[in-house]
């Protein structure tokens, strides 16, 4: 569906919203999305458009803010490590729910129980495995302690990804967790006034928000009114005639499309996630070549991050730089020295023939996500330039999952974004924990994952987590084959503020103001 036809049918699916013919005078946003969002539980619903939204309703204890690398207060307002186990904690006495009630060290162990009780059920249940257990000291004071010596908690505790704080007043009465989401209720910058799977979601500033600071502000908008719009043309025709204000997730050509327009502009924000390639380094998948680290790193060489990049955010931004490991500086623990296989085509013709390929050989990519697919198509291309036919094999998560399970991935090419944490860990246990995700096939590094995830000195973590990269970088096993940008299209009056080094999405909604 083009452009022009689009907009002769957005009409109908706008006049579900109320704030269909907003504008800039009512401080009103209108945002479309290619998903429909139902829930604001990021717990329960744990996707980057849910995080986008839900970290404008809810708070943690503590924000990390990635300009400084420190953490700053939220929810607390103070804390101490008392040793390696133990953390206490001072909380605001100012702060109130949005439905009025006040906020107390209740709220935050209650959270942490029901997170910790084998009867809940969530997606990412082993974030929580470091944690024994939460205790109320007063109505302001709280003691979290660790199972073990853990270098990455308060990292956890300030991620918005995973740990929110939900009022016990409301979640411990419902007997389907489930229903919370569709009627939140939170202590952040913006409050939900509406919720609708098909219709779409309304978000409202709060008129006072205390534990406002540098890296988590007030609410720039008064109103935020978010509408699923699934096709792709008519996202972009409701851009074209001033029916919404911002967007994401549309092809590059149709973005720059519309950037032709005076009144509308791209916006390009770069949180520290990648598209990787992975190889099969271990055999699991029967390609015996791939198990020749000349052949790996020759596949790594035929890498052209430039021209990937183009194919995401075009012109906006044509200086990205390639991430240079699959950890960000901007990351806790963080560190690598090796540098990664420079682009060069004759170098890798020739590694492939020194380990006796002359001819190449056949291969196959596995794609999890469409955006994967169209990477790994132009990947392809360039293989095929070295002697290496790759075919691409574009899956659903769920068949990607099941195949990773199976040990059939011969190369992959997928996204990471880092888990969302300001620390590596969240990577280290993501990429090196003995299981289906082990294509290295060196127990070494399982190790070293387990060793960082308990050393709480930071310069002896940092040397154990620079022995992981630069190993797995040495024998050409994994590496980022481009930055994970967000290309926004939006109204000209829109800007995108503040730093979105770890929003899921690319940016947070309270993160939305005027120019």
């Known amino acids: 569906m083009n452009l022009i036809r689009s907009a002769l049918v957005i009409t109908s699916v706008l006049a579900l919203s109320p704030s269909a013919q907003a504008q800039k005078a009512k401080d009103t946003v209108r945002i479309a999305q290619a998903q429909t969002v139902g829930s604001l539980d990021a717990y ?202 911002l967007m994401r997730d549309i092809p590059i050509d149709m973005a720059e499309n519309l950037a032709s327009s005076p009144n509308i502009a791209t916006t390009v924000t770069a949180p520290i996630g990648s598209s990787y390639l992975l190889i099969d380094a271990a055999g699991r998948s029967g390609r015996k070549e791939l198990q020749d680290a000349r052949v790996r790193r020759a596949i790594m060489m ?86 290496v036919r790759a075919k691409v094999d574009t899956l659903t998560f769920a068949a990607y999952r099941d195949k990773q399970a199976k040990g059939r991935i011969e190369l992959l090419v997928n996204g990471w974004g880092g888990g969302g944490v300001a620390d590596v860990q969240a990577t280290l246990d993501f990429f090196f924990s003995p299981g289906p995700t082990d294509y290295f096939g060196v127990p070494r590094l399982s190790e070293l994952a387990k060793a960082s995830a308990a050393e709480m000195d930071d310069a002896k973590r940092r040397a154990i987590v620079r022995e992981i990269f630069d190993t797995v970088t040495g024998i050409a096993y994994m590496a980022p084959i481009t930055a994970q940008p967000a290309l926004w299209v939006h109204s000209k009056d829109i800007t995108l503020s503040g730093d979105t080094t770890f929003a899921a999405w690319g940016a947070m909604a309270y993160q939305i103001g005027w120019k």
């Not at 204890?61 to 206490?88: C, H, M, N, Q």
Request: overall charge neutral; hydrophobic content about 40%; aromatic content about 8%.
């Open 302 to 387: 035929a890498v052209n991050s430039p021209e990937l990049t183009k194919m995401i955010v075009g012109k906006a931004a044509p200086d990205l730089a390639r991430p240079e490991a699959m950890c960000n500086r901007a990351q806790l623990g963080c560190d690598y020295a090796t540098p990664l296989p420079p682009f060069d085509l004759a170098g890798a013709r020739k590694l492939l023939t020194e380990a006796g390929y002359p001819n190449g050989f056949d291969v196959e990519i596995t794609a999890p996500s469409a955006h994967s697919g169209r990477l790994g198509e132009i990947l392809s291309g360039r293989l095929r330039e070295i002697g």
């Open 44 to 245: 329960m619903d744990p996707r980057p458009e849910v995080y986008f939204l839900s970290d404008a309703v809810f708070d943690t204890l503590i924000v990390y803010d990635a300009k400084r690398k420190g953490f700053a207060p939220l929810l607390a307002k103070s804390w101490k490590r008392v040793d390696d186990r133990t953390l206490e904690f001072e909380l605001r006495d100012d702060v109130t729910w949005h439905d009025g009630r006040k906020f107390t060290a209740d709220d935050v162990v209650y959270t942490i129980n029901w997170l910790l009780d084998p009867q809940t059920n969530v997606r990412f249940k082993n974030y929580y495995s470091w944690i024994a257990k939460a205790e109320k000291l007063s109505d302001t004071g709280l003691r979290i302690t660790a199972a073990r010596p853990t270098p990455f908690d308060l990292a956890m505790l300030a991620s918005p990804n995973v740990l929110p704080i939900f009022p016990r007043h409301v979640h411990e009465a419902l007997k389907d967790k489930l229903e919370f989401g569709r009627a939140p209720i939170g202590t952040g910058p913006y409050r939900v006034v509406g919720l609708d799977l098909n219709k779409g979601l309304s978000l409202t500033k709060r008129d006072a928000y205390p534990q406002a600071n540098d890296a988590k502000y007030a609410g720039q908008v008064r109103n935020i009114n978010v509408v699923p719009l699934l096709d792709t043309g008519t996202r972009g025709a409701a851009m074209l005639v001033g029916d919404i204000d």
